[in-house]
């Protein structure tokens, strides 16, 4: 397979879902669901093939700029180990999520009883476009654009319900992330001044002040899409959106894009000024303890893990900011992160689905003894749950260890990165600790009302639990040999 056929294959992962999502506003309703899944199903055939053929190439690094004005790149690819990588995880959680949408958008649903509406299906069609190129995009232009599409489309599917708390919702997470923006329209500014362009592979070449600039800005966006203080506002009121929305948007791709786009922007920088590698480590260290505190007292599941999101992705920058400091096993462990996280925390936002579907509730008092009625429900919410505390051998253990590793790694050179370190061992321990009890409250023993009341889960809502439940056992040593 050629370079020109793998960028033709991935601008078709990006082009398919987009045009197949405004034919949800002219087919019958109950096919609309039909539709997303399908295109969501050919962008990941696409996304699939390119990984594939970029494998066998032997996993040589390339870009190709597609828009162009002027000589200038607007919009292009790069394909490289951390994009085709990531994108599969995107495109593989973005196609489970549609197909699991297909059943829970329904009458049978006892606590959203719907059919839903096209718009629904229309916004995760064009999502599913916007993660696309965002992950594969070759310039910062190219980032700006569909970062605001994917700030768009979150608004339309938070505030899907169209309640007062759903549309307050909706708004705030678009103002906020707008917010975020900010920092990206300041680096794509300075990207052109001392650049004279927009293509990533440019920030190399740049002296010590412009990238400190640059990347800070594109830091500051980070957050925004990552949901981290101070700007993690939004993500726990975005709950109010379908949990299909929650899983994919708010846990398995979008909140995943900021660490991404911090990453694309160290590996494009290659030797980072380390005040940038010490206000990312502060700051992530911060938002890892407060997020910490604040999941402890939850009592709905999807407030629980929106919180837990919040430290996950803090994690992740910190391991990002201490690879600034020499450490390459820390960088290769946080993109490792990004992807099992996809896997793991898309399968307990849809495990919060099931019970919310079959019982009406997602208040986790209400909820026990789910091996006894739920079995596969059961196995999804163990999973998940020892996934997040850490257990091997599910995939969060191979990466957040690497990250560990890679800290003590550049604790070395600058001890008091020790501290941070130290900090991010406790935050995991107590993660550890907290997630066991809720995994014996919640999954072993006679079952509470609640969950004996529980009706049948749908068939396509069961293969996308079961799906990511063998993703979350398997993705960990695979993301490892992946990064080497």
């Not at 607007?74 to 699991?100: E, K, M, N, Q, W």
């Not at 994917?150 to 906020?176: M, N």
């Not at 590996?267 to 980072?272: F, I, K, M, S, T």
């Amino acid at each position: 397979m050629t370079q020109t056929d793998i960028i033709a294959l991935l601008a078709a992962a990006v082009i398919l879902p987009f045009l197949a999502a405004p034919v949800s506003f002219v087919v019958p309703r109950f096919l609309a669901s039909i539709v997303c899944a399908a295109s969501s199903a050919l962008s990941f055939a696409a996304i699939f093939a390119a990984s594939v053929g970029y494998t066998m190439d032997g996993k040589q690094a390339f870009s190709r700029d597609l828009v162009s004005v002027h000589g200038i790149a607007i919009f292009g690819f790069t394909v490289d180990r951390i994009s085709v990588l990531i994108g599969f995880a995107a495109g593989l959680v973005g196609l489970l999520v549609c197909l699991y949408s297909v059943g829970y958008m329904a009458l049978g649903n006892r606590e959203h009883p719907e059919v839903g509406k096209p718009r629904y299906f229309f916004f995760m069609q064009v999502f599913v476009s916007a993660m696309a190129g965002l992950v594969f995009s070759s310039t910062i232009s190219g980032q700006l654009f569909f970062y605001e599409a994917t700030g768009v489309c979150s608004w339309g599917l938070i505030a899907y319900y169209d309640s007062p708390k759903a549309i307050a919702a909706g708004t705030k997470a678009l103002i906020v992330e707008h917010i975020g923006s900010l920092g990206l329209y300041f680096a794509a500014a300075m990207f052109f001044v001392s650049a004279g362009g927009f293509s990533l592979s440019a920030l190399g070449g740049m002296g010590p002040g412009a990238k400190t600039a640059i990347i800070l800005g594109i830091l500051f966006a980070a957050w925004g899409k990552s949901a981290q203080f101070p700007l993690h506002i939004w993500l726990p009121d975005a709950m109010e959106a379908p949990t299909p929305v929650s899983a994919y948007l708010h846990a398995g791709s979008m909140v995943n894009i900021g660490v991404f786009m911090y990453a694309r922007a160290l590996l494009a920088a290659g030797n980072v000024p380390h005040v940038v590698g010490a206000i990312g480590a502060i700051a992530a260290t911060f938002t890892l303890v407060y997020a910490f505190f604040l999941y402890l007292p939850q009592l709905d599941l999807k407030k629980l893990l929106v919180y837990s999101t919040i430290t996950q992705l803090a994690s992740i920058f910190l391991a990002l900011s201490l690879s600034t400091f020499g450490s390459i096993l820390a960088f290769d462990g946080g993109v490792a992160h990004i992807f099992n996280h996809a896997f793991a925390k898309s399968l307990f936002f849809l495990v919060a689905g099931c019970l919310s579907f079959t019982t009406g509730t997602r208040m986790m008092p209400k909820l026990h003894g789910l091996l006894a009625e739920m079995p596969l429900v059961a196995i999804g919410f163990g999973t998940a749950a020892l996934a997040i505390a850490g257990v091997p051998p599910m995939n969060l253990f191979f990466s957040h260890f690497a990250m560990l590793a890679g800290g003590f790694q550049a604790s070395r050179a600058y001890w008091p990165l020790l501290i941070l370190v130290g900090i991010s061992i406790l935050e995991a321990v107590g993660t550890f600790g907290w997630f066991l009890i809720k995994f014996g409250d919640a999954v072993p023993g006679p079952a509470s009302p609640a969950v004996a009341g529980a009706t049948a889960l749908p068939v396509t809502m069961a293969v996308a639990v079961a799906a990511l439940v063998t993703l979350t056992l398997a993705s960990g040593a695979f993301a490892a040999a992946w990064m080497g």
